[in-house]
């Protein structure tokens, strides 16, 4: 746990693998993600912010070994939460919060012992990337995402609208410096 605590606030995570592309404008990132697993869980029919919350306690407890093999797995960075916007006022998204798996256990990750909590084999992928600083909620992630499409909607580029991705790389401890991003997916064979 301490561990843990220290690398939140200090750094030193592991982070998946990725290609930088070339980017047509300067106010954005385009990158190729190298296919690896992910654990993962799915919190439905709540607010933005209050389901990363719950997504976060359920994989934070996965890697302190509430685990098949009852071992602890290393943070890692970033963690992806990927947000399906609800239709209508109410404004309710499915979020599938993610955690990378270390690269000492992509090949045999010990498995969950609570049904919310799976593994998400992502295959590769690319995406356009905004980076923001300062703490992230669902309004600030939501203005990034509006300049970002704005951004791509400029240079031509092909994408989806949704779902996107809200990325985070800090502990709730760390109070400067602080690294979030708003990812788009590419439309597949486009660009």
Request: a negative charge; proline letters at 6%.
């Amino acid at each position: 746990m301490l561990r843990a605590v220290g690398k939140m606030v200090f750094g030193g995570f592991e982070s998946p693998k990725f290609t930088p592309q070339e980017s047509k404008g300067q106010d954005y990132e385009v990158r190729t993600y190298h296919p690896t697993q992910w654990v993962s869980t799915t919190v439905n029919g709540t607010e933005q912010d209050e389901g990363l919350t719950t997504g976060f306690r359920r994989l934070f407890k996965y890697i302190q070994g509430n685990n098949e093999k009852q071992v602890k797995v290393d943070m890692t960075v970033p963690v992806t939460c990927l947000i399906n916007p609800g239709e209508g006022s109410s404004n309710e998204s499915s979020i599938t919060v993610s955690f990378y798996i270390p690269e000492e256990h992509q090949a045999e990750p010990p498995k969950p012992t609570v049904p919310e909590v799976f593994f998400e084999n992502r295959q590769e992928f690319t995406v356009f990337v905004r980076t923001f600083g300062g703490f992230a909620n669902s309004q600030n992630t939501h203005d990034e995402l509006l300049k970002l499409i704005e951004s791509l909607k400029r240079d031509g580029m092909s994408f989806k609208e949704a779902p996107y991705y809200r990325v985070g790389y800090d502990s709730p401890f760390k109070l400067i410096n602080r690294k979030n991003e708003v990812w788009l997916i590419q439309e597949e064979g486009k660009e």
